[in-house]
Nanobody
Framework: QVQLVESGGGLVQPGGSRRLSCAAS????????IGWFRQAPGKEREGVSC????????YYADSVKGRFTISGNNAKNTVYLEMNSLKPEDTAVYYC?????????????????WGQGTQVTVSS
């Protein structure tokens, strides 16, 4: 059974950092791409970043490029999203998702399995 569990959300001050984790079970990351998405109240779900199954390819939304870094530890079956220089507009529920493909995309429709999400609030 494919399962994804996000963790690491919380309250952070503007300019601060946070690392989110996406722990996978029921499958191996060697054959699955992972995407991070976020959804703020009243807004559509937005693709933030993704990583290919090999970890060799990563993609970022323009809004987070240069501030967020995605990485994977296939031995731990976990993907991370390091978020730096956080802004109030980064406030959202963050989700990780997966699909049995080698390459990743930032389109939410492309993914088959989703975690429950973790709230990130950027506020002073």
């Amino acid at each position: 059974q494919v399962q994804l569990v996000e963790s690491g959300g919380g309250l952070v001050q503007p300019g601060g950092s946070r690392r989110l984790s996406c722990a996978a079970s029921g499958f191996t990351l060697d054959y699955y791409a992972i995407g991070w998405f976020r959804q703020a109240p009243g807004k559509e779900r937005e693709g933030v970043s993704c990583i290919s199954s090999s970890g060799g390819s990563t993609y970022y939304a323009d809004s987070v490029k240069g501030r967020f870094t995605i990485s994977g530890n296939n031995a731990k079956n976990t993907v991370y999203l390091e978020m730096n220089s956080l802004k109030p507009e980064d406030t959202a529920v963050y989700y990780c998702a997966t699909k049995r493909r080698l390459m990743c995309t930032l389109g939410a429709f492309d993914y088959d399995y989703w975690g429950q999400g973790t709230q990130v609030t950027v506020s002073s």
